[in-house]
């Protein structure tokens, strides 16, 4: 019976940022549970483009349907297409992941106002985006469940990360709003709180990733995989009374004073 909840089987999936670590993990988890899976780039660089095919394969050596597009995740036409990509080939969109995930570390005196809307568009606004363009097949539907995968740092600041932390911060509030919204739908959303890992951005400096080892009480990064297993969670009939809620998984760091 509790397997059967954690059953993803027969479901339609779509993973925006599977370029990046977190949202590849999130998507092959989401396949192995039994998903087919649509993935998609935050932005249109070459390096996400490979890492997105790279995911799709993935997810058809698991015997799954799936895809791979490259996109801008800010861009409101091309997430439409995306999510009418995705509901043309599946059926129906049963579930979105956004795991969108551009850093950006600069004194706040020094950002530009064109980078601090870039940070903006590619962090927060194509959250929106993803959601509105998805959020509509799913109210219709009356069924959907939507997993925004924000950072620690949207509960703590960070010298050199006001655009970033502000960007994330968005998200989770922007979920909660959702979830008020859309509960009369029957849709769900919530977002994981992730911890820090090894993946460059604000880590890219050796000495800044030993003292966050060093602060963290488990003393080590976390890995993208120990996310993904709560983002299978809560698209699943085991959390289907679950809304506007954030799980943290993030070591401990906010249990720091």
């Known amino acids: 019976m509790v397997a059967e909840h954690f059953s993803l089987a027969g479901k339609a999936a779509l993973v925006i940022g599977a370029s990046n670590p977190l949202g590849r993990a999130a998507a092959v988890a989401l396949a192995e ?27 058809w050596a698991l015997d799954r349907k799936g895809f791979a597009q490259a996109m801008d995740a800010a861009d409101e036409r091309e997430v439409d297409s995306l999510v009418e990509r995705a509901v043309s080939e599946f059926g129906r969109i049963d579930i979105l992941v956004n795991a969108q995930d551009v850093h ?18 590619a962090n927060l606004t194509g959250v929106f985006l993803a959601c509105r363009a998805a959020g509509r097949e799913m109210v219709t539907r009356e069924s959907g469940r ?3 995968i924000s950072s620690v740092l949207a509960e703590r600041g960070m010298a050199n990360g006001s655009a970033y932390c502000a960007a994330q911060a968005g998200v989770l509030n922007l979920t909660r709003a959702l979830a008020l919204e859309w509960a009369r739908s029957g849709v769900t959303i919530n977002a994981v709180g992730a ?5 460059g951005g604000f880590l890219a400096d050796e000495n800044m990733k030993r003292q966050l080892e060093r ?27 679950l809304t506007g ?6 070591g401990g760091a906010l249990s720091h004073v």
Do not use: H, M
Request: aromatic share 10%.
């Open 33 to 59: 549970a039994g998903a087919d899976v649509g993935v998609a780039t935050t932005t249109r660089s070459a390096r996400e483009e490979v890492a997105a095919n790279s995911c799709a394969n993935e997810i």
């Open 104 to 121: 950006f570390a600069k004194p706040a005196l020094d950002i530009s106002l064109a980078e601090w809307r870039r940070v903006i568009d």
């Open 146 to 148: 939507i997993v925004n």
């Open 195 to 199: 911890g820090w890992i090894d993946a």
């Open 215 to 241: 602060y963290l009480p488990y003393k080590r990064l976390a890995e993208p995989e120990e996310i993904s297993g709560a983002v299978v969670y809560l698209v699943s009939d085991a959390a289907a009374y």
């Open 245 to 250: 809620q954030v799980v943290w998984i993030e």
